[in-house]
C-alpha cells in the first residue's frame, strides 16, 4: 500500500499508526500546491478531494479521511493495543474522540492557515480553540492519554496540535497539553514517522 502526504500536515496521523502496527507500506510525498507527486502522477487522479492523506490499497482501492484511514489500519491487526475492536463500546468512545479532534481541534486550525483574515477574526477562532484546550487538560490531568494508553486519537491530536506555532500559540500555555505532546513525541513510531518524512525531497 502507498501513503500519499504533505509534510507537516494530518497525513501524518496514518503516517505514525502504520510503523506503530509495522505494516509494509510506501511513502510517497505530494506538493500540496501543483499536486503532483513524487512519483510522477497528478494527485488529484489518486483523490479528487485534493488534500491528504490517502492510501492506496494494492487491489486499487483509495482510502482518505483520516479518522477513517486510521481505523482500517487499525482493524488489519485483530488485538493491537491502538484500537478497541469494532462493535465495543469502548470503540464507539474512540470514535467519539477522532470526531472531537476532527471537527473542533483539526477543522478550528483550519482557517488559521489562512493569512487573509483578519487578526480580530483570528482572536475568535483562536479563543474557540482555547476552550477545547482547556477540555483536554481537564481530561488529559487524569490519565497520560485520551484513552488511558496510546492509540489512534492520541497521535491524531499529537498532530494537529503540532500545528500551533504556525499561529504563534504556545503549548506551554497548557502545561498539561505539552506533556502530553512530549510523550507522544518521545515514541520510537513517531520519531521515525517525523524523521522519514522530513528526509524526502521536495517536489
Known amino acids: 500500500m502507498k501513503l500519499y502526504f504533505a509534510p507537516m500536515t494530518c497525513s501524518l496521523s496514518p503516517h505514525i499508526v502504520l510503523r506503530e502496527l509495522g505494516i509494509a507500506f510506501e511513502l510517497v510525498r505530494i506538493n500540496n500546491k501543483t499536486k503532483q507527486t513524487a512519483d510522477g502522477l497528478n494527485f488529484l487522479d489518486i483523490n479528487p478531494k485534493g488534500y491528504v492523506a490517502a492510501l492506496a490499497l494494492d487491489n486499487g482501492n483509495?482510502?482518505?479521511e483520516g479518522p477513517a484511514i486510521v481505523q482500517y489500519l487499525a482493524d488489519l491487526v485483530p488485538g493491537n493495543p491502538l484500537a478497541p475492536a469494532p462493535g465495543t463500546w469502548e470503540r464507539v468512545r474512540l470514535q467519539e474522540w477522532?470526531?472531537?479532534i476532527s471537527t473542533e481541534i483539526h477543522s478550528g486550525c483550519a482557517p488559521l492557515f489562512n493569512a487573509d483574515i483578519p487578526v480580530s477574526t483570528q482572536a475568535i477562532f483562536k479563543q474557540k480553540l482555547f476552550k477545547r484546550f482547556d477540555y483536554l487538560?481537564?481530561?488529559?490531568?487524569e490519565q497520560d492519554y485520551l484513552m488511558g494508553t496510546f492509540g489512534l486519537a492520541d497521535g491524531?491530536?499529537?498532530t494537529v496540535l503540532k500545528w500551533l506555532?504556525?499561529?504563534d500559540i504556545?503549548?506551554?500555555d497548557w502545561?498539561?497539553?505539552a506533556a502530553f505532546m512530549a510523550r507522544i513525541?518521545?515514541?520510537?513510531?513517531v520519531r521515525a514517522a517525523m524523521a522519514a518524512e522530513a528526509a524526502t525531497s521536495p517536489i
Open 98 to 100: 477522532l470526531n472531537f
Open 156 to 158: 491524531y491530536l499529537f
Open 175 to 177: 502545561p498539561v497539553l
Open 137 to 141: 487538560t481537564l481530561v488529559l490531568e
Open 185 to 189: 513525541e518521545a515514541r520510537p513510531s
Open 165 to 167: 506555532p504556525f499561529f
Open 62 to 64: 483509495v482510502l482518505t
Open 170 to 172: 504556545e503549548i506551554e
